[in-house]
């Protein structure tokens, strides 16, 4: 009887001590997270009159952005959407591309700041004719739910190399801020190859080898007919997207740097978009299994980009790497001309 009763309260122990250590980790969590934040300070923007008329502290954004996270669980209502000014924003900044340059470490990195709210899904409305002929609206409900204050963003990286896709994105808003995020011409080139061969494995296909395709056979030349190649000529692109708009709304990022050193781009990144600083180290850290920056975003939750981010290429022959690198280099001359930013690119 003793003994059941002993086992009896050592459960009960138990219980209350693991309510209590949870609730204490959850407030560490919670301060940690607000601790990052700067004394309050107002979204000071160029994102026109909805941001300057009611300047939110972006503590109390923060604070917000934990109800936005509750609503898109699926435990708010239509009611607290209304009681909470949450709206379905048109983006304020888009990521045009490129592919493989690191668009969605970009996009959830930028996540970070509390007045960022991203599009989860690649919406695909400027590159696809049927999702554009379904109209602005359409469009704007696919974003996320978000307060006015805070700036929605989306990426689609096949919009930068889509030929209709500067036009409709002028014709919705000509001063859009544009981010393209541009990797070294060849490694972008093989980890592109790379996405297609897996997607071919997992269809248990066979596929060709990248020399095979990234060479002419005839000419012995760069095969510029192969998607993959064409995509990394930069300036061939970026001249289409300049005949709408100057080169002051686009901003660079380098996609390579944003590997090894993610903070000081992301900060470029808070000063083009005109947001204040709050993205700091604490919310990126070095995970040596994944070999990548992983996100924090506070003592509790973290996360890592999804194991199809961050592929192991296959050995391309070096002599095929030297003729491409060589046919890439007076792209990317005039890349760093136009851009004002300078890559050292091989
Ligand atoms: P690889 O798979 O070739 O390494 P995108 O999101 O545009 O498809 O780009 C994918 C690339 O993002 C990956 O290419 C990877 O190198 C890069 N990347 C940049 N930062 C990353 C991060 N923190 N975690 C995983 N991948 C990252």
């Not at 009611?79 to 900044?93: F, G, N, Y």
């Not at 739910?145 to 963003?153: E, R, V």
């Not at 790379?194 to 296909?205: A, D, F, S, W, Y």
């Not at 005109?274 to 299994?289: D, E, K």
Request: hydrophobic share 40%; charged share 25%; with cysteine.
């Amino acid at each position: 009887m003793l003994f059941k009763q002993q086992v009896w309260l050592r459960q009960k122990l138990l219980v209350l001590g693991s309510l209590a250590v949870g609730s204490l980790l959850y407030l560490v969590a919670r301060v940690g997270s607000l601790d990052r934040l700067q004394p309050i300070c107002p979204v000071e923007s160029r994102f026109g009159a909805a941001h300057n008329q009611a300047e939110l502290p972006l503590r109390a954004l923060q604070f917000k952005r934990g109800l936005l996270h509750e609503f898109r669980k699926g435990n708010s209502s239509k009611e607290q959407v209304r009681l909470h000014d949450l709206v379905q924003q048109l983006p304020k900044a888009i990521i045009i591309g490129v592919r493989k340059g690191g668009t969605r470490a970009l996009l959830e990195m930028l996540n970070l700041h509390p007045a960022v709210v991203k599009a989860s899904q690649e919406i695909h409305f400027f590159d696809n004719d049927e999702n554009y002929a379904k109209g602005i609206e359409w469009y704007r409900k696919k974003m996320p739910f978000s307060y006015p204050q805070q700036i929605t963003i989306e990426k689609s990286p096949a919009y930068f190399i889509t030929e209709e896709v500067p036009e409709r994105i002028y014709k919705m808003n000509s001063s859009i801020k544009l981010l393209m995020i541009v990797r070294e011409p060849t490694t972008r080139a093989i980890s592109d190859y790379t996405q297609v061969l897996e997607g071919k494995e997992r269809k248990n296909k066979t596929y060709y080898k990248f020399e095979k395709l990234a060479i002419d056979p005839n000419t012995c030349e760069v095969n510029t007919k192969y998607k993959a190649v064409r995509t990394s000529i930069y300036t061939k692109h970026l001249e289409r997207w300049l005949k709408y708009f100057p080169i002051e709304q686009f901003h660079i990022v380098d996609g390579d740097r944003l590997i090894t050193e993610p903070l000081p781009e992301l900060q470029l990144v808070e000063k083009f978009l005109n947001l204040p600083p709050r993205i700091s180290q604490y919310n990126l850290y070095f995970n040596a299994t994944r070999g990548f920056y992983c996100l924090r975003f506070n003592i509790i939750f973290n996360k890592c980009l999804a194991g199809s981010k961050g592929r192991i290429h296959p050995e391309v022959d070096p002599s095929v790497v030297t003729k491409l690198r060589k046919f890439f280099h007076p792209f990317n001359q005039k890349f760093y001309q136009i851009t004002g930013r300078t890559l050292n690119w091989p």
